[in-house]
């Protein structure tokens, strides 16, 4: 089946510092999703972003399909920006909603 | 608020036993789909519904079962439950298979 793999697994920033996330993919995709699992658990989604590049306030992201990988820019960090930030993609020719998860980025940012 | 709901937000229950684990997917959104989230597997996509109808399985256990009602509804049975059962399970909504939008979950503790 498809591997995802996202580097760094583990990050510390000092708060305003800026930071990237990256996500690769083994074959083409017809979903990608990046999404932020607070500290209480919740999955909260980022951005669904199978090609292209988004912007949403202080996030962005870029997914290169051709090259199979997605970055995740955090710019100017906060502490509520702690968590684990998961990249998750669906295999073209596959089920569209059959995600499948990397094992995570946490994010820890410092005040 | 991604507005799914999941109910019950904990449960802790014996070995053994049978629980079911409910959600409401966000209004007008007719897939619905359940992850299990633990410690040592992670993120793994169990099952997706489209419109009461079974459209992907993932790794599901046997003992597992779900089904989704004329309202839209799902639930998640588990049944004979062990130990390893334990986790956070969610469930996502989706219009069909773009942007998933995930519950709280609900944590199960087998004890």
């Known amino acids: 089946g498809i591997q995802v793999e996202q580097s760094p697994p583990d990050l510390i920033l000092q708060e305003g510092a800026n930071s990237t996330l990256r996500c690769n993919f083994s074959?083409?995709?017809?979903?990608l999703q990046w999404f932020h699992q607070n500290p209480w658990g919740q999955l909260i989604n980022l951005f669904y972003?199978?090609?292209g590049t988004k912007q949403n306030g202080r996030l962005s992201a870029t997914t290169v399909a051709t090259e199979r990988y997605s970055l995740l820019y955090i710019s100017s960090s906060q502490t509520t920006d702690s968590g684990v930030y998961f990249c998750?993609?669906?295999?073209?020719?596959?089920?569209?909603?059959?995600?499948?998860f990397g094992k995570g980025t946490k994010l820890s940012v410092k005040p | 608020d991604s507005g799914v709901t999941q109910t019950p937000k904990h449960l802790i229950t014996a070995t053994g036993q049978r629980v079911t684990l409910r959600c409401s997917p966000r209004?007008?959104?007719?897939?619905v789909y359940w992850y299990q989230q633990s410690l040592d597997q992670g993120l793994q996509f169990l099952i997706q519904?489209?419109?009461?109808?079974?459209?992907a399985k993932g790794n599901i256990l046997e003992r597992f079962s779900a089904q989704q009602f004329p309202d839209l509804h799902s639930e998640l049975n588990l049944s004979s439950l062990e130990l390893g059962d334990s986790a956070l399970y969610f469930c996502?909504?989706?219009?069909?298979?773009?942007?998933?939008?995930f519950g709280p979950g609900t944590r199960l503790t087998v004890l």
């Open positions: 996502a909504s989706s219009v069909q298979g773009d942007t998933q939008y």
């Open positions: 074959d083409s995709v017809n979903n």
């Open positions: 972003i199978p090609s």
């Open positions: 998750a993609v669906s295999r073209r020719g596959g089920s569209q909603g059959n995600l499948i």
């Open positions: 209004s007008g959104d007719l897939s």
């Open positions: 519904y489209y419109n009461g109808e079974e459209r």
